[in-house]
T-cell receptor
């Protein structure tokens, strides 16, 4: 069966520090991969979307970047975090037709 | 993707049927309608998906009128554990179309 791993679960980082969140998927090939952010009490904001290795679509201009170095690995990064980067970050994958998306457990990032 | 509009919040008592309506006036001919459920501090979970008329599974029913400009998620006999945010999405079942979530409807079930 397919599983998605996302880590760490919680993270507290100072302003100006770098960020690296990793997401891996097991049990499937060539998944569509997503990074979302959810501010407290708000909806999900799509940040990045990838249909294959090295193919990244950015949905929102921001202080973040994403990379997909391997088929089932999706990394969210920042060179210098801002206070406004705080939030709940979710990685997700779906099959080729995007019929259903499966989410990781999320990373709660607090920038202080 | 067609823009969707849902009520921001709803309250219900345990044991009642809850209907959450989503408007998608600009839905395209080939778009499907999908609903997700999200509990606090968790990622959303797929509930149900449909194209037209009625779809039912073990969790919910989805009613889609003939013009497809709206859809209604029906949760039978809700319990406290159904308290969550419910999202309505529309879009092609295509790998080139990313899944975009709106603000959702916050359902609070009261004992």
């Amino acid at each position: 069966s397919q599983t998605i791993h996302q880590w760490p679960a919680t993270l507290v980082q100072p302003v100006g520090s770098p960020l690296s969140l990793e997401c891996t998927v097991e049990g499937t090939s060539n998944p569509n991969l997503y990074w979302y952010r959810q501010a407290a009490g708000r909806g999900l904001q799509l940040l990045f979307y990838s249909v294959g290795i090295g193919q990244i679509s950015s949905e929102v201009p921001q202080n973040l970047s994403a990379s997909r170095p391997q088929d089932r690995q999706f990394i969210l990064s920042s060179k210098k975090l801002l206070l406004s980067d705080s939030g709940f970050y979710l990685c997700a994958w779906s099959g080729p037709l995007n019929t259903e998306a499966f989410f990781g457990q999320g990373t709660r990032l607090t920038v202080v | 993707l067609a823009k969707t509009t849902q009520p921001i919040s709803m309250d219900s008592y345990e044991g009642q049927e809850v209907n959450i309506t989503c408007s998608h006036n600009n839905i395209a001919t080939n778009d499907y309608i999908t609903w997700y459920q999200q509990f606090p501090s968790q990622g959303p979970r797929f509930i149900i998906q449909g194209y037209k008329t009625k779809v039912t599974n073990e969790v919910a029913s989805l009613f889609i009128p003939a013009d497809r400009k709206s859809s209604t998620l029906s949760l039978p006999r809700v319990s406290l554990s159904d308290t969550a945010v419910y999202y309505c999405l529309t879009g092609l079942l295509s790998g080139n179309t990313p899944l975009v979530f709106g603000k959702g409807t916050r359902l609070s079930v009261i004992a």
